[in-house]
Every structure is written in structure tokens, then in C-alpha cells.
């Protein structure tokens, strides 16, 4: 059964740092981009990064640009996402998400195909 499993999240102050992880079963990922979303409560959806299946290739949201990492480790079948100097708004669920298509790159969550339950990040003093 093909599955992606997101773990890291947390309670943290402002200026904190988190990291996520995203681990894939059930499939191989080093054919898929992955992209990382969050949703904050009564907002959409919105995508943070994302990651080539290669990984040479990555994108950031303006929002995160600078504070945000993502990395991947086709080994372990697992992509990270390192989260520094943390704000309040970068609450949220966070959902890490796989597709085949070539359209990964500009994070349009129509885009992909399978989906992580997701794990929660609050950042508040």
C-alpha cells in the first residue's frame, strides 16, 4: 500500500527550529517530486517547497525563502524539510505530497497524486 508518513512537527517558540520528515513506504521514491504544503485553520492550502526527484532541482515559497530547506534521501526513502527562524504564521499542518508529473515545480496541489495525513507546527511564545 503506498503511503507517505510525515513526522517532526511541534510545539515551538518564535525563532525556533523544526525538522520535518516525510517517509514514503509501499513505492519507490526516487521517481517522484515531492512537495510540502501547509494549511493554517480557516485558510487554504498553500505549498512551501518542493523537490525534483533527483533532487537538484528545488522550489520555496516567498514566504520561506532564506528559512526553509528541503532535502531528500532516496536511500532511506525519505524527504526533509529543515525549518529555521520560525514565526507565528508558519502554523499549520504540514502535508508532504508525491507526484509523477512534471508539473511539481510551481506547487499546485492538484498536481499530486498522494498524499501524507500530516503533522502539526505551532509556533507561539
Known amino acids: 500500500q503506498l503511503q507517505l508518513v510525515e513526522s517532526g512537527g511541534g510545539l515551538v517558540q518564535p525563532g525556533g527550529s523544526l525538522k520535518l520528515s516525510c517517509a514514503a513506504s509501499?513505492?519507490?521514491?526516487?521517481?517522484?517530486?515531492i512537495g510540502w504544503f501547509r494549511q493554517a485553520p480557516g485558510e487554504e492550502r498553500q505549498g512551501v517547497s518542493s523537490?525534483?526527484?533527483?533532487?537538484?532541482?528545488?522550489n520555496y515559497a516567498d514566504s520561506v525563502k532564506g528559512r526553509f530547506t528541503i532535502s531528500r534521501d532516496n536511500a532511506a526513502n525519505t524527504v526533509y524539510l529543515q525549518m529555521n527562524s520560525l514565526k507565528p504564521e508558519d502554523t499549520g499542518v504540514y502535508y508532504c505530497?508525491?507526484?509523477?508529473?512534471?508539473?511539481?515545480?510551481?506547487?499546485?496541489?492538484?498536481?499530486?497524486?498522494?498524499w501524507g495525513q500530516g503533522t502539526q507546527v505551532t509556533v507561539s511564545s
Open positions: 509501499g513505492f519507490i521514491l526516487d521517481y517522484y517530486a
Open positions: 523537490i525534483s526527484p533527483s533532487g537538484d532541482t528545488t
Open positions: 505530497a508525491a507526484t509523477g508529473s512534471l508539473g511539481w515545480f510551481q506547487m499546485y496541489g492538484y498536481e499530486y497524486n498522494y
